[in-house]
């Protein structure tokens, strides 16, 4: 799709094994994204004009994904008035906490909506993305409901020895 309405941008290659679940999620929901490598540290022009050309391209929603010093979804943040959801990734050296920190704690102004540390972080970020299209899209909102039903449906009411 040329101008899909999620982005879903990461520091590094190493941040895919990871945010590859937010882009399973929108697979498996039908929402069309773009992925990109864009690091606040390495890559800053790159960054910068992400956001600055991110609502004109048409992207509602950017899932932003980093790891230790995680500057890339608050950056963003402050480039865009696009919402960024935020993935911290678990690290070796301080488990992803440094990466948490680096993303929750944002000064007043420049939100981002920071999901869990790693895997299940990068998944609902792409389910808290496909809330927000849904409102707009009511055959979303009917594949966002069946999802949950579905998810729901797969939990036994009792505890299985196996
Ligand atoms: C961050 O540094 C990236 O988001 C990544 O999580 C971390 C390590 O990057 P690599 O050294 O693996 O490229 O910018």
Redesign the pocket.
Known sequence: MENPPVGII??????WATMREAATLLDELGIAYETKIV????TPDRLWSYGKTAADRGLQVIIA??????H?PGMMASKTRVPVIGVP?Q?KALSGVD?LYSIVQMPRGFPVATMAIGAAGAANAALMAAGILALQDPALATRLDAWRDALSASIPEEPSND
């Open positions: 990461m520091g590094s290659q190493s941040d690091s606040a540290h390495r994904g980093a790891g230790g010093a995680a890339l990734v690290t990466s």
